[in-house]
């Protein structure tokens, strides 16, 4: 919950994965290790610069690293949806 537009909304993220039948790659392995990896490249290729821990809650304050990390992660087939509602 909080603001967008300077009005109060309340957003959820939804996110469905199964086992990569061509991989064998599980859900849990695919939705915690993609993410880690994808973030270790952003890091080696310049991407960010924060010093220390970077959180997940960071990451998305940052709307354009946000938005390169789900952008990779979807063309791995790691997809969100968001559903919005005004309070």
């Known amino acids: 919950e909080g603001e967008a537009n300077d009005a109060p909304v309340h957003r959820v993220w939804d996110l469905l994965d199964c086992t990569d039948p061509e991989t064998g790659h599980t859900a849990m392995a695919r939705t915690t290790g ?3 990896v994808c973030m270790v490249r ?3 290729r310049g991407g960010f610069a924060e010093p220390g821990i970077v959180t997940p809650e960071c990451i998305g304050a940052d709307a354009e690293l946000a938005r390169r990390l789900l952008e990779t992660l979807a063309e791995r087939g790691i997809e969100f949806e968001v559903f919005e ?3």
Request: net charge neutral; hydrophobic share 55%; no cysteine.
């Open 85 to 87: 509602s005004s309070n």
């Open 34 to 36: 993609l993410p880690a």
């Open 42 to 44: 952003l890091l080696a």
